[in-house]
């Protein structure tokens, strides 16, 4: 699961997207229409005009997931922290963490020498075992 902050620039990044298709749609779609009514209705043989009952449906098929969209981001930005809380809180609850942080480095820093002496006297089993296979060969090789 990503943090908050990234899925917002995610949720961002999917609206951006959804803007460029539905322009592209609008504007590869569209029906020519005049501005005004003097004007003669113009025409492109290559362009691909959805009916105006399609058009209608993808625009707001198109609309309907760009407010979506845009609530869920309105969501992820309520759920950030810092909203609704003072700047006392939050820099009491950073202080708490910092401690937390310190301690639970001190605890690793603990587990890490630890994990050194059992290495070292576990190195030093295994040259005193070494040693007296060696040994014994040695006094049966003599024999």
Do not use: W
Not at 90 to 104: A, C, S, W, Y
């Amino acid at each position: 699961m990503t943090d908050r902050l990234t899925q917002l620039q995610i949720c961002l990044d999917q609206m951006m997207e959804q803007f460029c298709a539905t322009l592209n749609y609008i504007d590869k779609n569209h029906d020519f229409e005049p501005v005004n009514e003097h004007e003669p209705k113009m025409s492109d043989r290559h362009a691909t005009v959805a009916s105006p009952e399609e058009y209608s449906n993808t625009i707001d098929e198109l609309s309907t997931d760009i407010i979506l969209k845009t609530r869920q981001i309105n969501k992820l930005i309520d759920s950030l922290p810092g909203v609704d809380v003072s700047t006392e809180e939050q820099m009491h609850k950073i202080d708490i963490l910092q401690k937390e942080l310190v301690n639970i480095e001190d605890k690793k820093i603990a587990a890490v020498k630890e994990k050194e002496l059992l290495q070292k006297e576990v190195n030093d089993v295994i040259n005193v075992f070494v040693s007296g296979i060696a040994e014994a060969r040695h006094e049966t090789a003599i024999e």
